[in-house]
């Protein structure tokens, strides 16, 4: 008989092949876990629209995880939830906005009662500003004294942060 004849009947058709998959399980093990450690190192991410359009700066401070104003072009949110008209706010007389400080001193008090019942949770008082590069200083100095007025005085002002170079 040939060689290429015992060849063929030693691996026959029925012969088995297998791979081995430990060595791919580890890697793919050590990416998953390298991917979620790194995946929260990011900072908080600020909520986003269409209708806000914030300043630019070249801070490095990345921003906390706070109680968020928003004030666009047309409405005043606090925590995403429409609490007034710009156009209204900036007819008010006084320097503070009654439907802000209200919404803002419900948002206080519900931290505060979370902070009796669960020790991890705790009121700091803080607070960011999202504003439209478009809206006035006097409507951002009304709303920095209603946020101070209703147990908010560490105020953080949101912004777009750009590139050095620019």
Same mark, same amino acid.
Request: charged share 25%.
């Given at each position: ?9 030693? /691996? @026959?058709?029925?012969?088995?092949? /297998? $791979?081995? $998959? ?10 998953? $876990?390298?991917?979620? =450690?790194?995946?929260?190192? %990011?900072? #908080?991410?600020?909520?986003?629209? %269409?209708?806000? /359009?914030?300043? +630019? ?16 072009? *047309?409405?005043?949110?606090?925590? @995403?939830?429409?609490?007034? +008209? ?13 439907? =802000? ?5 419900? $948002? ?13 949770? *705790?009121?700091? @008082?803080?607070?960011?500003?999202? @504003?439209?590069?478009? #809206? ?6 009304? #709303?920095? /004294?209603? +946020? ?19």
């Amino acid at each position: 008989m040939s060689r290429y004849g015992r060849r063929r009947r030693k /691996s @026959g058709k029925n012969a088995v092949v /297998s $791979l081995t $998959l430990i060595s791919l399980m580890d890697i793919f093990t050590i990416l998953l $876990l390298f991917l979620l =450690v790194h995946a929260g190192d %990011d900072g #908080i991410a600020l909520p986003a629209t %269409d209708q806000l /359009s914030l300043p +630019a700066s070249t801070s490095k401070t990345m921003p906390e995880s706070t109680v968020t104003l928003m004030v666009t072009e *047309k409405d005043i949110l606090v925590e @995403g939830r429409r609490v007034m +008209a710009v156009a209204e706010a900036l007819k008010e007389n006084a320097l503070i906005l009654p439907p =802000v400080k209200k919404e803002l001193v419900r $948002l206080a008090e519900r931290t505060k009662e979370l902070a009796q019942l669960n020790a991890s949770v *705790k009121f700091t @008082g803080k607070i960011t500003v999202m @504003g439209d590069k478009k #809206i006035p200083f006097r409507l951002l100095k009304k #709303i920095m /004294s209603t +946020a101070a007025r209703a147990a908010y005085p560490n105020i953080a002002l949101g912004v777009m942060q750009k590139e050095q170079g620019t």
